[in-house]
């Protein structure tokens, strides 16, 4: 969506207008939801969740300010419902007395596409390296890739400095790497599968040089 | 850097190789493309590079289930159409605390409801005008179009304005807008022109849009006011549960309150509301009537008449309008009438000899 066009409704919400606030809520709803499944992989906290966060935005607009973007504020929002409701919820649940702030961000099989240039055994291999990142690492990884925010934005959603965001993000897709490439070599090692034609995800050079190393 | 040495995880690594896999129209993804033209040999490599950072790329969005999206778009609607509607409560201990909570929420809510936006609620580079009391100010905006502001009233609009955009301005007080024409056929519908034909302004909870007219906009105190001197107005009332509004004909005067938010409509002489503009009132064989319409409109005078044969009467004459008193002794003159005025009442009394 035309970033002015947001911008503009953005506006119109702030002086009351109440049709201008029920397109930015049709307009964000899919991304917030999705991005509300991430966090918690719950449907029905995510959907009270975006509810409340809108019903706060309308009644406080009138001390609501320009924003330079909708779409990250919005995020950003999300995020700070979605940890405040599970906090509340684990509370009365009294599972779980301590409650931490980190996410558990969920992927499944079903988040991909299976890309044309994509075998399925690489699409396991990516999944299951998702799969060990750390939960902040996965979090902007998937706010960078997915969502397509930039450093800044994704500084501001998740509350760290960008630089923490970089070094997250690094470390996730070496991560990503690294165990795309161990996978590899395990498979080659035991005979299941040998080297793939055009494997996308090592280059050979590597995967010499790991053989070397074992 | 040097890219000729750039493994596959290098060119992961690199965040302008990575902008180049998100858009390959960025100005990043055009340098990645020129470069690997000449340096055909990291083609393979870059293309390792590339197919594994879209692979991340490529993640489907959770499905919305069917249906969800009208229906929370229905749940939002009703939780705004009362306000007190049940919170979740954690605990009892908490409903009273919340109770009061909610009770000032109310209050704050309905209240904020008609406030309409200060200019600090837009973004972007705008331009304010603003004139102080009993000061006026007429200022031709970007298209050409000639505003002039009345006493103790601001107008905001977009620093620069461009053919494609609506014209858009927010008014807080009294302005009168001599609007000019974009539209190539004049007189054309309202509602279907080109978004970029219309002109905008937001005053007091109103949206009023035109093509190409005279009006005069006065918004004061939770109360405005719309009059329309010749042409075609439409004036929509912004409401997120009972959105209303109304297309205005030369002579109409349409009005909303906080009291009474509906759009109601009534005649009046428009020459008398955009008066003030030449500093003098003209009354022309202008019922007593409408005079009585015009100070409350205007100045917020409330009206009594001792005999109301007085209402029946016509006044002709030449009056400034800087001063209300003025215009009130005036008019005792003419109706030989007694005038005390005790705050914003006015009466008139018959003369005593």
């Not at chain 1, 969506?1 to 049709?26: T, V």
């Not at chain 2, 590339?50 to 939780?79: K, T």
């Not at chain 2, 009206?303 to 002709?316: E, G, H, N, P, Y």
Request: charged residues 20%; contains cysteine.
């Amino acid at each position: 969506m035309p970033a002015s066009q947001d911008a503009s409704r953005w506006n119109s919400f702030l002086a009351g207008d109440g049709q201008a606030f029920e397109e930015i809520f049709q307009a964000h709803y899919p991304a917030l939801y999705s991005y509300g499944q991430r966090l918690t992989g719950d449907g029905e906290l995510v959907k009270d969740c975006i509810q409340n966060l809108f019903q706060r935005l309308w009644h406080r607009r009138a001390s609501l300010g320009p924003v330079a973007e909708v779409k990250p504020y919005l995020f950003k929002a999300m995020r700070h419902e979605v940890a405040a409701e599970s906090k509340a919820r684990k509370r009365r649940s009294l599972l779980q007395s301590a409650y931490n702030l980190e996410f558990e961000v969920q992927y499944s099989p079903e988040d991909f596409i299976i890309a044309q240039q994509l075998t399925a055994e690489q699409h396991a291999r990516l999944l299951a390296g998702l799969g060990q990142l750390t939960n902040r690492q996965r979090e902007a990884i998937y706010l960078k890739f997915f969502d397509g925010f930039e450093y800044d934005r994704i500084s501001e959603i998740m509350g760290l400095a960008q630089q923490s965001i970089r070094n997250l993000v690094y470390q996730g897709l070496k991560f990503l790497r690294k165990s795309l490439l161990i996978c590899l070599l395990l498979a080659a090692a035991s005979g299941r599968a040998a080297m793939p034609h055009h494997c996308i995800f090592c280059d050979n050079s590597q995967y010499i040089r790991l053989l070397a190393c074992l | 850097m040097d890219f000729l040495r750039y493994s596959v995880n290098d060119f992961v690594f690199d965040e302008s190789f990575q902008a180049f896999v998100a858009d390959a129209d960025s100005e990043a993804g055009r340098l990645w493309q020129a470069w690997l033209l000449a340096h055909p040999q990291q083609q393979a490599e870059a293309d390792r590079a590339h197919a594994f950072v879209r692979a991340l790329h490529q993640a489907r969005p959770h499905a919305l289930p069917a249906g969800l999206l009208p229906q929370e778009l229905r749940r939002l609607r009703q939780a705004l159409r009362v306000p007190a509607a049940q919170p979740r409560l954690r605990s009892q201990r908490r409903v009273r605390r919340l109770a009061g909570a909610l009770g000032a929420l109310l209050l704050a809510s309905g209240l904020a409801w008609w406030q309409w936006p200060r200019p600090t609620a837009l973004a972007g580079p705008m331009a304010r005008y603003a004139t102080g009391p009993n000061q006026q100010r007429t200022l031709t905006l970007p298209d050409g179009s000639v505003v002039t502001l009345n006493g103790s009233s601001a107008l905001t609009t977009a620093a620069a304005w461009t053919a494609e955009t609506p014209r858009e301005v927010w008014l807080t007080g009294e302005g009168y807008f001599q609007v000019t024409h974009r539209a190539a056929r004049p007189g054309a519908d309202i509602e279907a022109a080109p978004a970029s034909t219309k002109f905008v302004v937001h005053a007091g909870g109103l949206r009023v849009a035109v093509l190409g007219t005279q009006f005069d906009v006065n918004s004061r105190a939770g109360d405005t006011k719309v009059v329309l001197a010749s042409g075609k107005v439409a004036v929509a009332r912004q409401a997120l549960l009972a959105p209303d509004n109304l297309v205005m004909r030369p002579g109409d005067l349409i009005e909303t309150s906080a009291a009474h938010p509906a759009l109601r409509r009534r005649h009046v002489e428009p020459a008398l509301y955009s008066g003030w503009t030449q500093g003098r009132l003209r009354f022309r064989q202008t019922p007593m009537r409408e005079v009585v319409q015009l100070l409350r409109d205007s100045y917020g005078l409330r009206v009594v008449f001792a005999d109301s044969a007085m209402l029946r009467k016509t006044i002709v004459g030449e009056v400034p309008t800087t001063n209300p008193d003025v215009l009130l002794a005036a008019l005792g003159k003419v109706l030989n009438s007694e005038v005390v005025r005790t705050g914003n009442a006015v009466r008139f009394l018959p003369a005593r000899h």
